[in-house]
């Protein structure tokens, strides 16, 4: 079926499903606010960052979701390829409709290595929604999908924190160094995600009971404020863990 200039533009206003955006019930609201997005943002730039930093042509992302990730990398790094997988046949499907002109595809990692062989990979909070008993051999497969020379990122929760429902672990550093050992060496180590009084007085100026700061300019700037004060810290104090990981 051939579509008029007119059609084409409000297809293209679909790429995000702008109507689940406001609300009727239980009161009206025209935006959502989620208060992870300063963490997940200033991860996707250290992603982004260490990404330009590295030598790579194909990249896997492992739990890709919604496929967020992939989305911007190859909007940032274009004449790289870069596709996304997911254990699950429904993010798989949402992470397609979003993406179109992306490739996304079903694979359970637990089972077997990839079909396809790349020389980087992201586990972007991945390894804490497996169970333990088979986390060992995910990393036994994804170590066999993966070139000699490739690069991993991995990001997972610190044990710091109080482990979620949706969860089975966290990790402190040794634990995560302990869990990778067998398979992979760690080349990088980041400690990220302050929460301290500053990190909560930062979300309460972006959004609270009265309003949903919309300035740029002082979005801008707290955001700035926490990537250079709050997002890298020590071990003792972090929340979150970030690794660059190679094949042994």
Known sequence: ?????????????YEFPYHYVPRLTPYFSQSIVWEWSLNYIAALRLVLEKL???????????????????????????????????????????ASALNPSLKFFQWDLIKKPLSEEYDAALLIEVLEHLPPKDTRKFLFNLHHSLSSKSSVLVTVPHSNIPVQSKHFT???FTGLSSLVSPYF???ESYFLSLQNWQYQIILKLLSNKLFTLSSPSLCQFLFNYYWSNLFFTTENHCSRIFIKMHPK
Do not use: C, W
């Open 1 to 13: 079926m051939t579509i008029s200039k007119h059609q084409l533009l409000q297809q293209q206003e």
């Open 52 to 94: 330009g930093n590295m030598n790579y042509s194909r990249l896997i992302d492992v739990g890709t979701g919604d496929g967020r990730l992939v989305r911007e990398i190859s909007r940032e790094y274009p004449q790289k390829t870069a596709e996304g997988t997911d254990y699950s046949t429904t993010v798989i499907s949402l």
């Open 170 to 172: 966290h990790f402190s």
């Open 185 to 187: 060496r760690i080349s």
